[in-house]
C-alpha cells in the first residue's frame, strides 16, 4: 500500500482556529481497478469500473474478475447478496467496515476519542491508473479555457485516481455504489493558485465555520467552497485575482456558492455530472441558510469583522482603526523551521520504533538477523534515492539496538570478542542525537557492573544536555505537545541542517526490546510486561510499543546517575539525583512517558525508605495512564512490603 496526504493542510489553505484535518488516502496496490479487459494483471484482484444510465455520476460500480484469467467471476447460486440483477458479482462499498479501533465517518475512517491521542482521518482507496470516462468529459470542456492552462491540463489528464467506498445517499445501488475520487488532479490545481486565490478561500472557511457550521454543520463543506472558488477563478480573467483585489474575489465567491445553495446544484469541477448538493439541504435549513448567505454577502465588511477564527475580526477592526499589530518578520519562517525539525526527528523515532515492534518477541539471533536485513534494505534504498542522511541516521539507530542485543545476549558468558562487537556497534549510535544513544552503552556500562565507564559517559551527556535547548521528542503515541523553547526554535531557524542540528538539541526516548533485558536496569524491566490481560483490551494496534521499556531521556539520565552514585557510596550526588528526577516530571512539558519516570522515581524513594512518597508516585503514575501501566504491579509489591514488615 501507498499513504498519500491531501486536503488543506498541504495545500497550505489553512489556519490554526480552523484546525483542519491531515486528510490522509490508504491506496491498496493490489486490488487493480480497470475500465477495458485489455488492462487486466495476472494474479492481482481485478475489478471492472461499470459506469451507465443507472449509476449515480460521479460513482461507480465495480465487477469483480477472476485473478487467473480475465474473466468474469462465476457467483455461487445461493450468494444473491454480491449480485446485481444482471447476475454479476459486484464489490460492496463497506468491505472496509470493521477496522480495528475505528469509526466510519462517509468513506473515511477515523481513530477518535482515546485519551491523549490525536483524532486522525484516513480514507482505504482503491487505485484506478486511468481518467473515467465521466471525468473525461471535462478535460474537452477546458481545452480553450485560459485556466486551468494546457500545461495544467495535460498533467491533470495523467494523475491517477481512486475510487473510495461510499456511495450515493439514496440511490438504489448505493452499497454497491464506490465514489470516484480525483484527488491527485485537485491538489495539483490548488498547487498553483496564486496568494489572493489562497486567501480568499481560507476567508471561506472562516465566514463558513463562523455564520453556518455552527448552526447547519451537515450543509456546506469545506470541499463545495473549494469547489466554487475553481469555478470561479475559472470564468474569470487571471489578472482579476489580485492582492488589491481581494475583497470583490471573495464577494464574487460567495455570491457564487449563494447560487449554488439556492438552485440545489453545486457541479464536481472534474465531474460535472456530480452535484455536489443533491439532497443535502432540507426545507426546514435551506431558507435559513439561504438568510444567512446574504447577510454574509450583501454585508461582507462587516461578516469579517465578525468572524472569531484567529481573532481575524479583532485584528481587522485594529488595523482599521490604526493600531498597529506588530508580528516579528521572522517568526513565520522560524515556526516553519522548528517544525520541520521537529517532524524530522519523529518520523526518525516512529519509524525506528516500528522496526523494534518487529522483532520485540524474536529471540536475539533473530531479531539481529532481522535489524541487519533492515538496514542492507535501507542501504539499497537510500543508495538509489541519494538520500543517505536519512539512511545514516536511521542505521545509527540500530546499530546501538544490535550492539545492546549482543551484549545483552552475552552478558553473563564473559566472552570478549562478542563485547567487543557489542560496543563497536552501539558507538555507532552514539551521535543520532544527545543522549539516546549514549544512555543505552551507559546501561550496558552499568548492568556488567563497570561503575566508573557509566559515570564517565553519564557526565558527557551532563555536558551535552543543554537544558535551556534541548527538546524531548517522542514519536511512540501522539499527545498534545506544549510549544518548543524559543532557544530550540532559534537554532532551528538560525541552522539550514537539519540532519546534524538533531544530534545537538533533540532527545528522543530510550527503547530496550526484550532481549536486550540484560542491559535494561532491573526497575526498568516491568515496563516490558506493564499489560495484563485484562489491560489489552484497551490497546490499540499501534499500541505493541507496549511490549518494550521506553522512557524519555532526561529523567532516565537522572535515573542512571542516582543509581551509580549509589553504588559509588556518594551520597550528596545521589540525592541531588533524586531531586533532579523529581523536579524533570514536574516541569518539563514535553515527555511522552511521564508515568514511567514516575515509576521510576517511585522505586527509587522505595531504595530510600520513603515509602508514602513511592505511594505517591504509583498513583500520580495511574492518573496519567490508567490502563497498561507497571504502577500497579509496584503498588501490590510495595503494600507486600509494608503488610509483611
Known amino acids: 500500500m501507498n499513504v498519500f496526504f491531501f486536503g488543506s493542510l498541504i495545500e497550505g489553505t489553512t489556519t490554526p482556529g480552523l484546525q483542519s484535518d491531515a486528510d490522509s488516502v490508504i491506496s491498496i496496490n493490489n486490488y487493480n481497478v480497470i475500465q477495458d479487459w485489455s488492462e487486466w494483471e495476472y494474479g492481482k484482484f481485478n475489478l471492472l469500473m461499470i459506469q451507465n444510465e443507472n449509476v449515480s455520476p460521479g460513482y461507480c460500480l465495480l465487477q469483480v474478475l477472476r485473478d487467473d484469467a480475465p474473466q468474469s467471476r462465476v457467483v455461487e447460486t445461493n450468494d444473491d447478496s454480491n ?202 435549513t435551506k431558507p435559513l441558510i439561504l438568510e444567512t448567505l446574504r447577510y454574509v454577502t450583501e454585508r461582507s465588511e462587516r461578516a469579517l469583522l465578525e468572524i472569531e477564527c484567529d481573532c481575524f475580526g479583532s485584528f481587522l477592526q485594529s488595523s482599521l482603526n490604526g493600531i498597529e499589530i506588530y508580528i516579528p518578520a521572522h517568526y513565520i519562517p522560524t515556526f516553519i523551521a522548528w517544525k520541520m525539525l521537529e517532524n524530522t526527528a519523529l518520523a526518525i523515532s516512529i519509524h525506528v520504533k516500528i522496526m523494534l515492534r518487529d522483532v520485540n518477541n524474536l529471540s536475539p539471533r533473530l531479531a539481529m538477523q532481522k535489524l541487519l536485513t533492515f538496514i542492507s534494505n535501507h542501504h539499497i534504498e537510500n543508495f538509489i534515492f541519494k538520500n543517505r542522511k536519512a539512511y545514516r541516521l536511521l542505521s545509527r539507530y540500530l546499530f546501538s539496538t544490535l550492539g545492546s542485543i549482543l551484549a545483552s545476549s552475552n552478558i553473563n558468558k564473559q566472552d570478549k570478542l562478542a563485547f567487543k562487537k557489542a560496543l563497536s556497534c552501539m558507538l555507532l549510535g552514539l551521535d543520532t542525537d544527545v543522549a539516546s544513544g549514549k544512555l543505552k552503552l551507559a546501561s550496558m556500562f552499568y548492568c556488567t557492573g563497570d561503575n566508573v565507564r ?37 537554532l532551528c531557524y538560525e541552522s539550514n541542517e537539519e540532519c546534524t542540528l538533531l544530534k545537538y538539541i533533540t532527545a528522543p526516548c530510550v527503547c530496550f526490546i526484550r532481549c536486550e533485558i540484560n542491559c535494561c536496569p532491573l526497575e526498568l524491566q516491568h515496563e516490558m510486561f506493564r499489560s495484563t490481560q485484562e489491560d489489552l483490551a484497551y490497546r490499540r494496534r499501534v499500541d505493541k510499543w507496549m511490549d518494550m521499556s521506553v522512557v524519555d531521556s532526561l529523567p532516565y539520565f537522572y535515573f542512571l546517575q542516582y543509581k551509580t552514585y549509589s553504588r559509588l557510596g556518594r551520597q550528596d550526588d545521589k540525592q541531588k539525583a533524586l531531586t533532579y ?46 490502563q497498561n501501566n507497571s504502577a500497579k504491579v509496584h503498588i501490590c509489591k510495595l503494600l507486600n512490603k509494608v503488610i509483611n514488615n
Not at 557526565?459 to 524531548?472: G, M, T
Open 454 to 490: 557509566t559515570e564517565l559517559i553519564l557526565k558527557n551527556i551532563e555536558e551535552c544536555y543543554d537544558l535551556s535547548v534541548v527538546e524531548p521528542m517522542c514519536g511512540c503515541y501522539s499527545f498534545e505537545k506544549s510549544p518548543r523553547r524559543d532557544s530550540f526554535n532559534r
Open 83 to 284: 449480485r446485481d440483477r444482471m447476475g454479476r458479482k459486484l464489490l460492496k462499498n463497506t468491505m472496509f467496515d470493521g477496522l480495528h479501533d475505528t469509526v466510519r465517518n462517509g468513506p473515511a475512517h477515523s481513530f477518535q476519542g482515546v485519551p491523549g491521542i490525536e483524532d486522525s482521518d484516513f480514507v482505504a482507496a482503491l487505485p484506478c491508473h486511468l481518467r473515467p470516462v465521466q471525468a473525461r468529459h471535462w478535460l474537452n470542456q477546458h481545452r480553450e479555457e485560459h485556466w486551468p492552462t494546457s500545461d495544467m491540463i495535460q498533467y491533470c489528464s495523467y494523475t491517477r485516481c481512486f475510487v473510495v467506498g461510499v456511495g450515493k445517499t439514496g440511490s438504489a445501488n448505493e452499497i454497491f455504489e464506490w465514489r470516484i475520487s480525483t484527488s491527485f488532479a485537485e491538489r495539483f490545481l490548488m498547487f498553483n493558485l496564486n496568494i489572493t486565490q489562497i486567501r480568499c478561500y481560507v476567508l471561506m472557511k472562516m465566514i463558513l465555520k463562523t455564520f453556518i457550521k455552527q448552526r447547519f454543520p451537515h450543509s456546506i463543506s469545506s470541499f463545495m467552497c473549494k469547489t466554487v472558488l475553481l469555478h470561479c477563478i475559472s470564468y474569470t480573467r487571471s489578472d482579476a485575482w489580485k492582492e488589491n483585489t481581494l475583497f470583490t474575489c471573495l464577494s464574487l465567491c460567495l455570491s457564487r456558492l449563494y447560487n449554488c445553495v439556492q438552485n440545489e446544484y453545486c457541479p464536481h469541477f472534474f465531474i460535472t455530472q456530480n452535484n455536489l448538493m443533491s439532497g443535502r439541504f432540507t426545507p426546514e
Open 581 to 626: 528526577i523529581a523536579r524533570t516530571i514536574d516541569v518539563e512539558p514535553n515527555l511522552g512517558h511521564s508515568e514511567t519516570a514516575l515509576n521510576l522515581l517511585g522505586q527509587c524513594m522505595e531504595e530510600e525508605s520513603h515509602v508514602e512518597d513511592a505511594f505517591k508516585c504509583y498513583v500520580r503514575s495511574l492518573q496519567i495512564r490508567g
